[in-house]
């Protein structure tokens, strides 16, 4: 009975001290972040909250054309890169079987494709845009290069998603006569939709704030430009850069621009939190 007690009473202590190391690696990791935010907040909400930070170009002192150059280059990586992410992580879950090796060439090159870093993608976008089909810079010369950082994350997040999807779904609707793509388009993805929206807007949230594709493969500019093939086009992390080599002048707009971005991908986690939840399967009440 002592002993016992005495086990019990080293296994309290052992668990309280795991519970102390736990919050306190808790409080490491949030203190320094809280910061971040506190310091990103009260130095950049001053352009914020002027109204013609939203409204007027950066020539008048605004950023709409950052904002909006920031918009339609990640859109247009979205468009390009969602879709065909999602097809090869279908590929790779449901067709596994028909081809091993170009199963695993496919892996693999997705492996290289999700470590590679951003100059990386934008200097071999540079090298076959710019230089084999002397195309000139452009936005949407970074939206393939964005493209090239997004499609991994696409394929993995809807890979895990789609292998969660219990099997028993898929053999209950061949049972039935349901063809194979009929029963991935009916019944796997929408089961699946919500995990690989989060997935997604997690993607476009990793891209939106890329800098090194918007040094190399387009122009800066403080004029609107809404056309992504013809001239320079302005986006948030250029218009950082280029306020920062002004100097001590130009640090408020950083740290605005900063806030602006931090605000978009905000928007873009709260989007997905909202499209997980009324998106997939609805069971019906009896």
């Given at each position: 009975m002592?002993?016992?007690?005495?086990?019990?009473?080293?296994?309290?202590?052992?668990?309280?001290?795991v519970?102390?190391?736990?919050?306190a690696?808790?409080?490491?990791?949030?203190?320094?972040?809280?910061?971040l935010?506190y310091?990103?907040?009260?130095?950049?909400?001053?352009?914020?909250?002027?109204?013609?930070w939203?409204?007027?170009?950066e020539?008048y002192?605004?950023?709409?054309?950052?904002?909006?150059?920031?918009?339609?280059?990640?859109?247009?990586?979205a468009?390009?890169?969602?879709?065909?992410?999602?097809l090869?992580?279908?590929?790779?879950?449901?067709?596994?079987?028909?081809s091993?090796?170009?199963?695993?060439?496919?892996?693999?090159?997705?492996?290289?494709?999700?470590?590679?870093?951003?100059i990386?993608?934008?200097?071999?976008?540079?090298?076959v845009?710019r230089?084999t089909?002397?195309?000139?810079?452009?936005g949407?010369?970074?939206?393939?290069?964005?493209?090239?950082l997004?499609?991994p994350?696409?394929?993995?997040?809807?890979?895990?998603?789609?292998?969660?999807?219990p099997?028993?779904?898929?053999?209950?609707?061949?049972?039935?006569?349901?063809?194979?793509?009929?029963?991935?388009?009916?019944?796997?993805?929408?089961?699946?939709?919500?995990?690989?929206?989060?997935g997604?807007m997690?993607?476009?949230?990793r891209v939106?704030?890329?800098?090194?594709?918007?040094?190399?493969?387009?122009?800066?500019?403080?004029?609107?430009?809404?056309?992504p093939?013809?001239?320079?086009?302005q986006?948030?992390p250029?218009m950082?850069?280029?306020?920062y080599?002004?100097?001590?002048s130009g640090?408020?707009?950083?740290?605005?621009?900063?806030?602006?971005l931090?605000?978009?991908?905000?928007?873009?986690?709260?989007?997905a939190?909202?499209l997980a939840?009324?998106?997939g399967?609805?069971?019906?009440?009896?």
């Amino acid at each position: 009975m002592e002993l016992t007690q005495q086990l019990s009473g080293r296994r309290r202590g052992t668990d309280g001290l795991v519970r102390g190391a736990v919050m306190a690696s808790v409080v490491v990791a949030i203190l320094p972040l809280g910061w971040l935010v506190y310091t990103l907040i009260s130095r950049g909400i001053g352009p914020v909250l002027d109204i013609g930070w939203w409204t007027q170009s950066e020539r008048y002192g605004g950023a709409v054309n950052a904002i909006l150059g920031t918009l339609i280059q990640t859109g247009i990586a979205a468009v390009v890169g969602i879709p065909l992410g999602v097809l090869v992580a279908i590929y790779l879950v449901e067709y596994a079987d028909t081809s091993k090796r170009l199963v695993r060439i496919t892996t693999f090159m997705v492996d290289v494709l999700s470590g590679v870093p951003s100059i990386v993608a934008a200097l071999f976008i540079y090298a076959v845009w710019r230089t084999t089909f002397d195309m000139p810079r452009s936005g949407f010369a970074v939206a393939l290069s964005l493209v090239l950082l997004m499609v991994p994350l696409v394929i993995r997040a809807t890979e895990e998603m789609l292998k969660i999807v219990p099997q028993d779904l898929r053999e209950a609707a061949y049972a039935l006569g349901v063809p194979k793509w009929k029963t991935i388009l009916r019944v796997v993805l929408p089961t699946a939709m919500s995990g690989i929206i989060t997935g997604v807007m997690l993607a476009i949230a990793r891209v939106m704030g890329e800098s090194a594709p918007v040094l190399i493969l387009v122009g800066a500019t403080q004029a609107t430009n809404l056309n992504p093939f013809v001239g320079n086009q302005q986006s948030l992390p250029l218009m950082m850069l280029q306020d920062y080599n002004k100097g001590p002048s130009g640090y408020e707009t950083v740290w605005g621009a900063a806030l602006t971005l931090v605000i978009a991908v905000a928007i873009v986690y709260v989007l997905a939190r909202v499209l997980a939840r009324f998106t997939g399967p609805r069971m019906e009440k009896s």
